[in-house]
């Protein structure tokens, strides 16, 4: 039973010479280890609105608002911090984690402590959507089609949705976005088009 004994005054002798093991927060700044995951931010420069992180947040804590005001459609990342878990597949699986900047990463920020619920929240600057040319159905971000065919360089001139995009965002076609209609016919193909009127244009026959 010595040993034990010797071992416990051995630490508090230690912990008497150098000191409390423990931060001396509140009364000092903490510093957080190198890969702490404290308050995740969002980098408008960096998020193209893709909603990915939305749908990976086992806590819901992140919501992707779309708004339709007279055909212009925009869609803008709120993450409620009150409900964030804090365990980093939003910025683990952000589709521009790679890029610099991130579209969301976790910072050492910990201290959010406050009495107003809906003050915590941390929101991303609106963002225009494409919508499908042929039944006007949100597809994803603007941004986010600019970001994969950048990605995917002169491959994307081989699909039609990134290619109409780019000349689009280029200035050199305009929006033919057309009202819901019953049948989508081959000619549309070369437009903007979701999954759904994509295969109606290619593989359905009439």
């Known amino acids: 039973m010595k040993y034990p004994k010797l071992r416990e005054l051995k ?17 000092e700044a903490h510093r957080p280890a190198k890969r702490f995951r404290g308050k995740p931010e969002y980098s408008n420069e960096g998020c193209v609105a893709c909603a990915a992180c939305s749908l990976v947040c086992p ?7 779309d ?5 212009r459609a925009t869609r803008k990342m709120i993450l ?14 952000c ?16 201290d959010l402590a406050g009495f107003d619920r809906a003050a915590m929240t941390a929101a991303t600057d609106e963002k225009e959507l494409a919508l499908c040319e042929a039944c006007g159905a949100i597809i994803t971000a603007k941004a986010h089609l600019e970001w994969a065919a950048k990605r995917l360089g002169p491959l994307a001139f081989s699909n039609p949705t990134l290619f109409a995009s780019s000349l689009k965002g280029m200035g050199f076609c305009e929006d033919v976005i057309q009202a819901a209609k019953d049948r989508v016919l081959r000619s549309d193909r070369v437009k903007i088009l979701c999954a759904k009127c994509r295969r109606k244009a290619t593989i359905e026959k009439f």
């Open 11 to 27: 630490e508090a002798i230690t912990a008497l010479l150098k000191g409390p093991y423990t931060s001396g927060f509140p009364y």
């Open 59 to 65: 806590a819901r804590a992140i919501e992707a608002r």
């Open 67 to 71: 708004v339709i005001i007279e055909g």
């Open 80 to 93: 409620h911090l009150d409900e964030c878990h804090y365990c980093g597949q939003c910025s683990a699986l």
């Open 95 to 110: 589709t521009t984690r790679d890029d610099t900047p991130p579209g969301i990463k976790h910072t050492a920020e910990f």
